[in-house]
């Protein structure tokens, strides 16, 4: 069932996704704690590697004693498929779905870079944020009740329903990192501060309104995970290409929580590095998302939809991306899964502390900049808080 | 596969819903137009009677050339299940459910009075709203993500999707009423009122708001049609008794639908009798509401939502229940299914523009009656209504 590396080619024949009498080699990647992925390279430069991934039924990092639904491979190569059919430009292409191996082929991304890492390692972030908003806009006009007919959404809400992973989210996203848990770890400079976090009415009252928009709010397809682990960038003929990976989470919820995780993501790679191009390129993100749904609102399905309720559908995006980013600050910092953007600076405590204090303020008073969506101000937010630690 | 009425008692016996020897009488009652639904009374009296409702894959009314998908009996009967579970006071036993058939058997009704119809004979409406209110949130807060397990509110998601009823909630109730539509009429009387309400931009981004909460809101189960010609009210045993009937546009959508529709029932029942008991019952109704959100509280998984979203969630809900309740008021007087508390006066006309009125200021200013939750105040901006017109 499991499949090895020995197996891989001949695999990819018996699928089809390669001629016969391919040949080349098989190298095993990882992508992350959950799966197994391996690249095979065919011999003749003619044929296109590609990626065979596949989700064992165990988390792939801890091994069978992690038992983990393997239907996951599924969920995640459908969520690609919706995503190719509205943002093909962002979306690894899938070659094939294995539903008896919980496993599937798609593009070979190995010449790409995880968007983490490539901030870490101080590259541009170019037009990787409007790539990302762009993405996130079109699949989530073409998914909502204003771009998709209501059986073609009911066929999507049933066949996206998303528990396991929905369940790792409330967790680890949006539970453990703001009461005392196992799993739980922070830098000693953030000692007090998490103390106070943990101890604020508000923070529980706005921490249990994104809990129930999370559960309850079936908006869109959207990713579920979409932080700068999973997006990777990088060069191909010359062009800037960005792919939009790992969809595993994917369900349809509330829009804001890919927005948010990414912003968020957006926002700690900029307190590591002091780079304002970063900061700057939330507005670019933001403005893409919106210009998708500005660019899909002619063709609405649903023509009783105004003018006026888009105005405030993006309003509620927007204080619901503030929401999502605020709890990914607080997880980044004081959960299970810090970010290697400020785990790897020489001292991360400065950097976690404001990354920490942002998630609080945003999280307590979302209008804390400004009423109306205004990805500058949370841009300017920021940047006031890097001088004023400085 | 249809059945008629020389079958049932076959059917009856054959399905084990009575003894192999039993007899009896059959008679087709009927229960509105989507369903067939036949009454047998056995001879014994000590066999108690019960009720087959059977939806054909059709609308019964219109015939086999209205085709409407069948599975909507298993909707029903699903509900049904639920609902007694958490409210089994104010719900009809059910007895076998039929699968293959669309058929249902259930506890006879038949002794009961639509709650529209004891209204207009000039019923009192005793306790009947604080049951509706009960049973609203008993199911509510059992199936929300406060009361309910993530994984097994998932699977309800799954089984309820009900697209095709959807699309006429979508048509009827939330579309066609505010624009020009085939089958709209409306008094003469209305005329002017129905014109301003159409042109009105307020309007029609209310209603689009309205329209995408029931298209996104997955909040709890709701019966999605609870007006006052869904309740059945009667005396048994010397006690008042009220059921809760046909949910076959069951769903997981906005709690406000709910309590909307029968609020929005109660107001026209009031504005048809000027009995202030009715109007007093919506603060009855809502109070029921929330003390069963409140008795469920302190049960619910979801131990991170705290007292402070609670709060937040039932004002959320009192503002969804204004805006259902106030399409109601519009559908029922300017679309295509009307009340007959008001169709049935001498002159229509008067009561049916002050309908049209409150709908309309309701919709485009919800808190005219003030900013939180106050069914008190609804009940005397009706009041004062009657008293302005008289």
């Given amino acids: 069932m499991v499949l090895e590396p020995a197996e891989i080619w001949a695999y990819l024949i018996g699928r089809g996704s390669v001629p016969a009498t391919a040949t080349g080699t098989v190298r095993e990647v990882g992508d992350g704690n959950m799966n197994r992925v391996f690249v095979a390279v065919p011999d003749d430069p003619a044929i296109p590697s590609v990626a065979v991934k596949q989700a064992p039924p165990w988390i792939q990092k801890l091994g069978p004693s992690a038992p983990m639904s393997p239907e996951r491979a599924l969920i995640e190569a459908r969520a690609l498929r919706t995503f190719a059919e509205y943002a093909p430009r962002q979306t690894p292409a899938v070659r094939d779905v294995d539903e008896t191996r919980f496993a599937f082929t798609m593009e070979d991304l190995s010449d790409l870079t995880v968007l983490r890492t490539a901030l870490n390692d101080g590259a541009e972030i170019g037009r990787t944020s409007a790539e990302v908003g762009e993405l996130v806009g079109r699949v989530t006009f073409a998914t909502s009740v204003a771009g998709a007919d209501p059986r073609v959404r009911a066929a999507l809400i049933q066949e996206s329903v998303n ?140 023509r009783l939809l105004d003018d006026g309720w888009l105005l405030r559908e993006l309003r509620d995006v927007w204080h619901d991306t503030l929401g999502f980013a605020a709890v990914e600050l607080v997880r980044r910092v004081a959960g299970y899964s810090h970010a290697s953007d400020l785990e790897t600076l020489p001292d991360p405590g400065p950097a976690s502390a404001l990354v920490l204090d942002l998630g609080h303020k945003l999280l307590v008073d979302r209008e804390i900049c400004g009423r109306r969506p205004d990805p500058r101000a949370l841009a300017h937010l920021v940047s006031t808080s890097w001088e004023a630690r400085q």
Wanted: with cysteine; charged share 20%.
């Fill in 163 to 302: 528990p396991l992973l929905a369940e790792v989210t409330l967790q680890y996203l949006l539970g453990d990192p703001f009461v005392e848990a196992e799993h739980n770890h922070h830098h000693p400079a953030l000692e007090d501060g998490v103390k106070r976090l943990r101890a604020d009415p508000a923070v529980r009252t706005e921490l249990a309104a994104i809990r129930a928009a999370f559960g309850a709010k079936a908006q869109a397809l959207v990713h579920g995970d979409l932080h700068s682990g999973s997006v990777m960038v990088g060069v191909r003929d010359g062009e800037p290409v960005v792919r939009v990976i790992d969809p595993e989470f994917a369900m349809v919820g509330p829009i804001g929580l890919d927005l948010g995780l990414y912003v968020a993501n957006l926002v700690i790679a900029s307190v590591r590095s002091r780079n304002a191009a970063h900061l700057a390129s939330i507005a670019e993100c933001w403005d893409a998302f919106c210009a998708a749904w500005r660019e899909g609102w002619p063709t609405r399905v649903d």
